[in-house]
């Protein structure tokens, strides 16, 4: 059974930074057959966003509107996922989830539908 666990949201003022920490576990050769990681985010009463993704062979694709902001990474050795998020902003509240896919259709697509495999979220709360 794969899992995926975020760890590290918090409440912090605008301006300030987050670190997002995507542990998975389960079978080994899991990271080996998935073909995107990413994040996402979704705020009260909006629809699940987005948010960056790395491919298999390390490259990464983000947000338009978060391009500068946010920074995804990955240690293989570690099994762990990281969004590194900077200067942020009261508008970028939400429960941040990290996903994996399996599918073909991930490749260079934030679009959560292509993503079967979620973790629990993790809640980042910026204040004015």
């Known amino acids: 059974q794969v899992q995926l666990v975020e760890s590290g949201g918090d409440s912090v003022q605008a301006g300030g930074s987050l670190r997002l920490s995507c542990a998975y576990f389960g079978y080994s050769e899991f990271r080996y057959g998935v073909y995107s990681m990413g994040w996402f985010r979704q705020a009260p009463g909006k629809e699940r966003e987005g948010v960056a993704l790395?491919?298999?062979?390390?490259?990464?694709m983000y947000a338009d509107s978060l391009k500068g902001r946010f920074t995804i990474s990955e240690d293989n050795a570690k099994n762990t996922l990281y969004l590194q998020m900077n200067s942020l902003k009261p508008e970028d509240t939400a429960m941040y989830y990290c996903?994996?896919?399996?599918?073909?259709?991930?490749?260079?697509?934030?679009?959560?539908?292509?993503?079967?495999?979620w973790g629990q979220g993790t809640q980042v709360t910026v204040s004015p």
């Open positions: 790395v491919d298999r062979v390390g490259d990464t």
């Open positions: 996903a994996a896919s399996t599918r073909l259709g991930s490749r260079n697509n934030l679009l959560p539908r292509e993503y079967n495999y």
